[in-house]
Each structure stands twice: as C-alpha cells, then as structure tokens.
C-alpha cells in the first residue's frame, strides 16, 4: 500500500464517500460488516440500522393514518348530525319549537353542558332558563361586537365578560366555549366542562353550517 493511502484519514474517506452514493450497491458485502454506533445500545450493522430506521418511519405514517382516520370518522359524524339538525330545523312549524329543537340537538347530539342562546327579538310561546333576550343595541352586548361584526364563531376559552352574560350564576363551570353568532339574530354558545373541548384553530365549517341552516329556519317565521 503506498504511502498516499496510508496517510488517508476518515474525513477524507467520508468525502469521497459522499461523492459515490451508489459506492455499497458495487461491493454489498460491506453493508453487513460496517456498524454503525446506536446511541441507545450497542453497534449495528448498517443493513440492520437502515432496517430499523425504515421500521421507525413506518410506525410514524401509520400513526398518521390512524390520526387522519379518527379525524375522518369524527367528519362524518359531525355531518350526520349537522344534515340531522338541519332535517329538524325544517320540521318545526313555528321559531320557538324551532329555536328549541337547536338547544335539544346542541345539549344531546354535540355533547353540550350547557347551551345558552341569546336572542335580539322575543319569541311568542319562549320562556326558558337557557334564553336571553337582548336588544341588538343593548351595551350588554358590547364585548361581542367584533364577534357579531365578522359573524366568525370562536372556539376556546371566552373573555370574561362574553362568559358572564352567557352563562350567568354558572359560569364557573364553562372550562371552554363555541361560540357562534347569527347575523340579524342572535348568538348561540355550548359551553363544556372540559377545557379541551373547545379550543382555538379547531374547525369552525359545521358550527357555520348549523348556524346558517338555524338562522333559515328562523327567516320563515318573520313577518313582513
């Protein structure tokens, strides 16, 4: 072996390596006797490492689609219950057993603690524990006057003030909220004892779809 290869140091030899990728498919006997070093245990040879490392991204993506299954699955049910909700709207024939069959599929179907709604015009025939009616120019309503403006539902925990005037002597028990407003009509609120319930950055596209298909519904029933 002449001198030159002799004084050939690693970083050399990892160079040139790096300049040859397709080095170990010429000579595959190598990749059973190098090792490479595991930082939780002893050596491996580098058939073994690549196998592991393979294994390592394979129960990664099939966590991933286990996620995006159960995410799915959650889709679908939600759809179900919102094109359910909606068939009920539609068969109500005046606003207040309207405006109570969105509390009951609220509070039974979308596991709501508490749902509170509130109203900017009375009801004929509703008086309920769960009903506020306040004016639309009511200064009680001044905190959810960015809310009712872009008519975006948030979900997560509500400021203080949104949490007083929707669940009032209860809201101690509210650990988190969606919050959906009804242009020209009011705001509905399920609150939830867990605090990851509700959270900001979850989808809003069926609390949009129920609010739409309630606030039809509701348009029935004006009068000219």
Not at 85 to 111: C, G, H, I, P, Y
Not at 166 to 192: F, H, K, N, T
Request: charged fraction near 25%; hydrophobic fraction near 45%.
């Amino acid at each position: 072996m002449s001198e030159t290869t002799d004084k050939l140091g690693a970083h050399e030899v990892a160079a040139w390596l790096r300049r040859q990728p397709r080095f170990l498919q010429q000579f595959p006997d190598l990749a059973l006797t190098l090792v490479v070093p595991r930082e939780d245990g002893p050596a491996a040879s580098l058939a073994s490492y690549q196998l592991e490392v393979l294994r390592d991204k394979n129960r990664e993506l099939s966590k991933r689609l286990r996620d995006l299954f159960a995410i799915s699955q959650e889709n679908e049910r939600l759809a179900v219950r919102t094109h359910q909700l909606t068939l009920a709207l539609m068969r109500q024939s005046d606003a207040a057993s309207t405006v109570r069959a969105l509390a009951a599929t609220l509070a039974e179907d979308f596991n709501g603690d508490l749902v509170r709604i509130v109203l900017f015009n009375p009801v004929p025939g509703l008086e309920e524990d769960w009903l506020q009616i306040v004016a639309r120019d009511d200064r009680a309503l001044q905190p959810f006057a960015d809310c009712l403006k872009d008519e975006e539902p948030l979900c997560g925990r509500l400021h203080p003030d949104k949490q007083s005037l929707l669940y009032g002597p209860r809201v101690d028990e509210v650990q988190s909220s969606a919050l959906l407003p009804l242009a020209g009509i009011g705001l509905v609120s399920v609150g939830s004892r867990d605090a990851n319930r509700f959270y900001p950055g979850m989808g809003t596209l069926f609390l949009r779809m129920m609010g739409e298909a309630f606030a039809t519904a509701m348009r029935r029933f004006e009068t000219a």
